[in-house]
């Protein structure tokens, strides 16, 4: 959905409720009567109206536009005059949807009211969004009791860890004892859900008001949620089990308290202002009784020494250490002491332990002591073993099977990057049909996964968090997850009239926008004819057109064009490669009739050559014929004459718009030419629309014969007609119809009135077909692939060509283009694409020739030699190698591999390579080993575009017939 600027938290939301299957069936399915659309004179109840009607129309495109994303722009130009002020440039997600479900309930109340006024638990709206609560409770000794609905539930963020906690502190507030005595004032409530809607939503306070500042922040806390959650636990008819359960979590919870309590006491013991832990107290104890006495002091030490005030002995342990340093230089290294104070400092140096201390003494107090300590330390596990006991009891105190019954999972999560002034929205979606993921960002949507919804919802570690958080139930979480392939596009055909129109006059206007936007570009750029040369450099395939002046520049063009771009080249390959195939019969028909016409295939094959020879000389030169009919066409320029190869003259008009004699003279037009001649009788008879339906199915009939043949190795019958790649694949009968329709619709169809008037209907008729009759979209995927599918040939031919010349390095980059792209084409059928084995095997023995080739280089010790083994081995090897390993492997590449490994890795340590060598080998081998963390890129090979189709299928079947060893072919 496109941003219009500060728009993306409606974005959000829409996106959210419109992957509802049951929102959009009631959105999109909205009606009222006549009567009830008079009797509404209110503003409000007209603007409601309105914004629906728009929501349809939203949801519409959402469903069927060929568009890359959708504008809101007139849905939200209602919006603005409904929230606190037009001035703020960002919306509260949580202010919106309250603002949408109100007025969604309003509208769909009209149509309520028609029935049975003023019941709103008939509103679709209110039975899929809203459910009630109980609330019951004490106030200064009183009890009451009120029941209340809601639609999103607010929760608070501050101070709770997760979602479960977050809803048990909204469920109970404060003590609900009863008062003691008629004194004593207590306050306390508890809330039940009584009902819970389909889709529950919660709404999470991550926004508060700074007093000190005068602004609101935004609380960036940490808060978990799960993708299924149970909500038995707040549910009234579990009222008594519930708050016998809260009871036993309280009083688990003050006995937690007594038990941390004790533990406290353990682990900070003492009086004063220092506190430790008492086991490590006894240790130190312990070490303390178990130290050694220190060597009695010399007697000529006065008593008094001993009691120096602790400054007056650091001076003097100082002053007598600097003196011993200098006694001990002066004495040549001797260690002694200068002086009784000296003498003193070693005594200081000790560490503390008992003046005298008896064996008994010793052997009584370390045994109390080690057993104390040992007694402090069970007391402390136990103490830890029993809290943690005590928690996990609490933890799973609702995980009582009676208490999972009404299970929740989640489809939405919206989240907000940013500050509580400004920042940006975005929704993760979770796709049911798909089981996964789903991240829309405006435009963008793009495939997730639970690891980054955590990483961006649950906050804590940056400014973006979860804001809001959509539960469905258990049944509309199956419902959606039924919903088969194609759901989407019967609920486009399923949807009102006017609603299926607008989204065709959407589409057509797309289409119209695209042509005028190529029209724009092609005056600005001026067209330069093309050489022979830089289209033998164009791969017709890759472009969908031969004509480069037809190709749009623009990225987003429609599908349809892109579509008919891609036919149309399909159909001009299709008339080039049908003509060489009956053209021969061409003749026979005008003459003989039908019989004449279909021969034998030996007898096509045996006058191909005489065919071509014809008509490539008619190509180069007119024949005398031709040229007295074109000066005479120049004195009389509204017809002319022209001889078509194994046709005969035809009277051409040269008025027709869009007539080229050139492909007019070549074979190109002949089996169109030849469907049309087969339809003479009947046009004649019956009119121009009847003798387009008569050569349409003799060219339909012939194809879908060639297309039931058995295929043999030397003939692949796809490469000769884009039919009948479609029919041996399945594809739908409108996109084969369509695509053949398109060849009697060409402009150098116009020599005669007969064909002009053919043309005229097909073209007519393509115009008449329109979104309901073809997919364009599923039409665009199949000419693409068919493109795709010629590429992969173009690919392999070339690829195996040039490993017949021994040319491996550019060999091997042709083949691993062809395995990576018929790779995607065979994921949608064996079909689709050519011989995985057959590429894989050519890959494979290029692989090891050029691994073997490097290898020699690189042990040939010659500078120049080493280089280029080298720059084979980085440049096609090692990215050969490592992107083999990023698909589905075969044995057979696996073992590949590790022969082309062993080679490198039997180098290490040869006496016979130097130095030099052995470094440059350090350095590859972790990237032949391992190739985990690098970026491969192989460079792309030049693009071929074959002389004409039957040079590719005289290529394919030179090139198969040499490798199956039928005959040795030498391929130029």
Same mark, same amino acid.
Request: net charge negative; charged share 25%.
């Given at each position: 959905?496109?941003?219009?600027? !500060?728009?993306?938290?409606?974005?959000?939301?829409?996106?959210?409720?419109?992957?509802?299957?049951?929102?959009?069936?009631?959105?999109?399915?909205?009606?009222?009567?006549?009567?009830?659309?008079?009797?509404?004179?209110?503003?409000?109840?007209?603007?409601?109206?309105?914004?629906?009607?728009?929501?349809?129309?939203?949801?519409?495109?959402?469903?069927?536009?060929?568009?890359?994303?959708?504008?809101?722009?007139?849905?939200?130009?209602?919006?603005?005059?409904?929230?606190?002020?037009?001035?703020?440039?960002?919306? =509260?997600?949580?202010?919106?949807? *309250? @603002?949408?479900?109100?007025?969604?309930?309003?509208?769909?109340?009209?149509?309520?009211?028609?029935?049975?006024?003023?019941?709103?638990?008939?509103?679709?709206?209110?039975?899929?969004?809203?459910?009630?609560?109980?609330?019951?409770?004490?106030?200064?000794?009183?009890?009451?009791? @009120?029941?209340?609905?809601?639609?999103?539930?607010p929760l608070q963020v501050n101070g709770y860890r997760n979602l479960s906690e977050c809803l048990e502190g909204a469920m109970v507030e404060g003590e609900m004892e009863e008062a003691a005595t008629p004194q004593s004032v207590k306050y306390g409530q508890e809330r039940?859900?009584?009902?819970?809607?389909?889709?529950?939503?919660?709404?999470?306070?991550?926004?508060?008001?700074?007093?000190?500042?005068?602004?609101?922040?935004?609380? *960036?806390?940490?808060?978990?949620?799960?993708?299924?959650?149970?909500m038995d636990r707040f549910l009234h008819c579990n009222k008594e089990l519930i708050r016998m359960k809260?009871?036993?979590?309280?009083?688990?919870?003050? @006995?937690?308290?007594?038990?941390?309590?004790?533990?406290?006491?353990?682990? *900070?013991y003492g009086s004063g202002p220092a506190h430790c832990p008492l086991p490590d107290m006894l240790q130190y104890v312990l070490e303390f009784v178990t130290t050694r006495p220190a060597a009695a002091l010399p007697s000529a030490q006065g008593p008094q020494e001993g009691l120096l005030q602790p400054e007056t002995q650091l001076m003097d342990t100082q002053l007598d250490s600097k003196l011993e340093r200098q006694d001990t230089k002066a004495e040549g290294g001797a260690c002694f002491l200068a002086s009784p104070s000296a003498q003193s400092s070693c005594a200081v140096l000790q560490p503390p332990a008992p003046r005298t201390v008896s064996e008994a003494e010793l052997a009584l107090v370390q045994t109390c002591l080690q057993r104390w300590r040992q007694e402090t330390e069970q007391d402390?596990? =136990?103490?830890?073993?029993?809290?943690?006991?005590?928690?996990?009891?609490?933890?799973?105190?609702?995980?009582?099977?009676?208490?999972?019954?009404?299970?929740?999972?989640?489809?939405?999560?919206?989240?907000?990057?940013?500050?509580?002034?400004?920042?940006?929205?975005?929704?993760?979606?979770? =796709?049911?049909?798909?089981?996964?993921?789903?991240?829309? !960002?405006?435009?963008?949507?793009?495939?997730?996964?639970?690891?980054?919804?955590?990483?961006?919802?649950?906050?804590?570690?940056?400014?973006?968090?979860?804001?809001?958080?959509m539960y469905i139930s258990d049944t509309v979480a199956r419902l959606a997850a039924d919903e088969a392939d194609g759901q989407l596009q019967r609920?486009?055909?399923?949807?009102?009239?006017?609603?299926?129109?607008?989204?065709?006059? =959407? !589409?057509?206007?797309?289409?119209?926008?695209?042509?005028?936007?190529?029209?724009?570009?092609?005056?600005?750029?001026?067209?330069?004819?093309?050489?022979?040369?830089?289209?033998?450099?164009?791969?017709?395939?890759?472009?969908?057109?031969g004509n480069p002046s037809s190709q749009s520049t623009n990225p987003s063009s429609a599908s349809a064009q892109r579509a008919r771009t891609l036919s149309a080249e399909h159909a001009r390959i299709a008339k080039e490669q049908t003509a060489k195939a009956i053209a021969n019969c061409a003749s026979a028909y005008e003459k003989n009739g039908v019989e004449a016409a279909l021969c034998e295939p030996k007898e096509v094959e045996s006058v191909e050559a005489q065919v071509g020879e014809r008509a490539l000389t008619a190509q180069a030169e007119p024949p005398q014929d031709a040229q007295d009919t074109e000066a005479a066409a120049q004195s009389s320029p509204q017809v002319s004459e022209v001889e078509i190869p194994s046709v005969g003259k035809i009277p051409v008009r040269s008025d027709v718009d869009g007539y080229n004699e050139e492909v007019?003279?070549?074979?190109?037009?002949?089996?169109?030419?030849?469907?049309?001649?087969?339809?003479?009788?009947?046009?004649?008879?019956?009119?121009?629309?009847?003798?387009?339906?008569?050569?349409?199915?003799?060219?339909?009939?012939?194809?879908?014969?060639?297309?039931?043949?058995?295929?043999?190795?030397?003939?692949?019958?796809?490469?000769?007609?884009?039919?009948?790649?479609?029919?041996?694949?399945?594809?739908?009968?409108?996109?084969?119809e369509r695509t053949l329709l398109e060849q009697f619709a060409d402009k150098n169809l116009s020599y005669d009135e007969r064909s002009i008037s053919i043309m005229k209907v097909a073209r007519a008729k393509l115009k008449e077909i329109g979104p309901d009759d073809v997919d364009m979209e599923e039409y665009r995927r199949w000419h693409e692939d068919y493109s795709l599918f010629?590429?992969?040939?173009?690919?392999?031919?070339?690829?195996?060509?040039?490993?017949?010349?021994?040319?491996?390095?550019?060999?091997?980059?042709?083949?691993?283009?062809?395995?990576?792209?018929?790779?995607?084409?065979?994921?949608?059928?064996?079909?689709?694409?050519?011989?995985?084995?057959?590429?894989?095997?050519?890959?494979?023995e290029c692989l090891l020739k050029l691994n073997e080739m490097a290898a020699s280089l690189f042990v040939s010790h010659e500078e120049a030699c080493v280089a280029q083994g080298i720059s084979i081995l980085n440049e096609s090897v090692i990215p050969c190698m490592h992107l083999m390993n990023d698909f589905e492997i075969c044995r057979e590449d696996m073992d590949a591999i590790q022969v082309m490994r062993n080679v490198w890795?039997?180098?290490?340590?040869?006496?016979?390579?130097?130095?030099?060598?052995?470094?440059?080998?350090?350095e590859l081998l972790p990237r032949l080993l391992d190739s985990s963390t690098e970026v491969i890129v192989l460079k792309e090979p030049p693009k071929i575009r074959p002389n004409s189709p039957y040079d590719l299928c005289s290529r394919f079947a030179a090139v198969m017939e040499s490798i199956h060893g039928a005959s040795t072919v030498a391929v130029k």
């Open positions: 959905m496109k941003n219009i600027g !500060n728009t993306c938290w409606f974005s959000a939301v829409i996106q959210s409720l419109f992957q509802l299957p049951e929102f959009r069936r009631l959105v999109l399915g909205y009606s009222l009567s006549q009567n009830v659309l008079e009797s509404c004179h209110s503003h409000v109840e007209k603007r409601n109206i309105a914004f629906l009607r728009e929501l349809q129309c939203l949801f519409a495109l959402m469903l069927g536009t060929c568009r890359k994303f959708v504008d809101p722009s007139a849905a939200l130009e209602l919006l603005r005059d409904a929230f606190r002020s037009a001035e703020e440039q960002q919306q =509260d997600v949580s202010e919106f949807t *309250h @603002k949408l479900l109100d007025w969604l309930e309003d509208t769909f109340q009209l149509a309520v009211n028609a029935k049975s006024p003023g019941d709103k638990s008939e509103n679709p709206m209110v039975q899929l969004f809203y459910g009630t609560y109980l609330t019951e409770g004490v106030h200064e000794g009183n009890a009451f009791s @009120k029941m209340e609905p809601f639609g999103q539930y039940w859900f009584t009902k819970l809607p389909p889709v529950l939503t919660f709404e999470l306070s991550r926004f508060e008001f700074n007093q000190s500042l005068g602004q609101p922040e935004k609380i *960036h806390t940490r808060l978990e949620f799960s993708q299924t959650i149970y809260r009871e036993e979590i309280k009083r688990l919870k003050e @006995k937690v308290v007594l038990l941390q309590q004790q533990l406290e006491r353990y682990l *900070h402390v596990r =136990d103490l830890k073993e029993s809290i943690a006991r005590i928690n996990l009891s609490i933890e799973q105190m609702y995980c009582d099977p009676l208490l999972q019954r009404v299970p929740y999972h989640l489809h939405a999560v919206l989240v907000h990057q940013g500050q509580a002034n400004a920042g940006h929205y975005w929704a993760f979606i979770y =796709d049911q049909p798909r089981r996964s993921w789903l991240k829309y !960002n405006d435009i963008s949507v793009t495939d997730s996964s639970w690891e980054e919804l955590e990483r961006d919802s649950f906050g804590g570690l940056k400014n973006a968090s979860a804001y809001c958080l609920e486009v055909e399923a949807l009102p009239p006017e609603l299926w129109h607008y989204i065709q006059e =959407d !589409n057509w206007r797309l289409e119209q926008e695209a042509e005028e936007w190529d029209e724009e570009q092609s005056c600005k750029i001026p067209q330069m004819k093309p050489s022979p040369a830089s289209e033998l450099q164009e791969l017709s395939s890759e472009s969908g057109s007019m003279l070549s074979p190109a037009m002949q089996g169109v030419i030849l469907a049309i001649a087969k339809a003479r009788q009947t046009f004649d008879r019956d009119g121009s629309e009847a003798g387009l339906v008569k050569a349409f199915h003799e060219e339909y009939s012939r194809l879908y014969l060639l297309a039931k043949e058995t295929p043999t190795p030397q003939n692949d019958t796809r490469l000769q007609h884009v039919l009948i790649y479609f029919l041996q694949n399945n594809a739908p009968q409108q996109v084969v010629r590429k992969v040939s173009v690919y392999l031919l070339t690829g195996l060509e040039l490993y017949q010349n021994r040319k491996y390095q550019e060999s091997l980059t042709y083949l691993v283009y062809a395995y990576q792209s018929n790779a995607k084409l065979l994921l949608k059928g064996a079909r689709r694409g050519v011989s995985e084995q057959l590429i894989a095997l050519y890959r494979r890795c039997s180098y290490l340590g040869r006496e016979d390579m130097d130095e030099k060598l052995q470094l440059k080998l350090g």
